[in-house]
């Protein structure tokens, strides 16, 4: 699996920026897909997921501006969005789109779980 993002850039506070991130490779459907991010001197986290069946969850810093959104299509399914609003300079960091697939072995029941990462985009909000 690859996952190809788009849509970094520089925004003002207060300003809004849209994240797009494409899967590609040898996978029918993608049982997770979100956002982590990693700011200078931070560890990376987590900052936006949703599931195939459409739950999503948030780290609370980014609840209520930040919107995570899958496509509908099923050209698009395998593409996961985030909306950003209101930001602040705190949110400047590199951005990661994040996917994970889900296997369960018929035999044993065993469930197997693939995390995936993209290259990075680099969102920062300055003014």
């Known amino acids: 699996v690859q996952l190809q993002a788009s849509g970094g850039g520089l925004a003002q506070p207060g300003g809004s920026l849209r994240l797009s991130c494409a899967a590609s490779?040898?996978?029918?459907?993608?049982?997770?897909m979100g956002w982590d991010r990693q700011a200078p001197g931070k560890q990376r986290e987590s900052v936006a997921r949703?599931?195939?069946?459409?739950?999503?969850?948030?780290?609370d810093s980014v609840k209520g501006r930040f919107t995570v959104s899958r496509g509908s299509a099923w050209n698009t399914k395998n593409t996961v969005y985030l909306q950003m609003n209101s930001l602040k300079p705190e949110d400047t960091a590199i951005y990661y789109c994040?996917?994970?697939?889900?296997?369960?072995?018929?035999?044993?029941?065993?469930?197997?779980?693939?995390?995936?990462w993209g290259q990075g985009t680099l969102v920062t909000v300055s003014s």
């Open positions: 949703i599931a195939s069946g459409g739950t999503t969850n948030y780290t």
């Open positions: 490779g040898a996978v029918s459907s993608l049982d997770v």
């Open positions: 994040y996917a994970r697939r889900i296997t369960v072995d018929l035999d044993t029941r065993k469930r197997n779980e693939y995390d995936y």
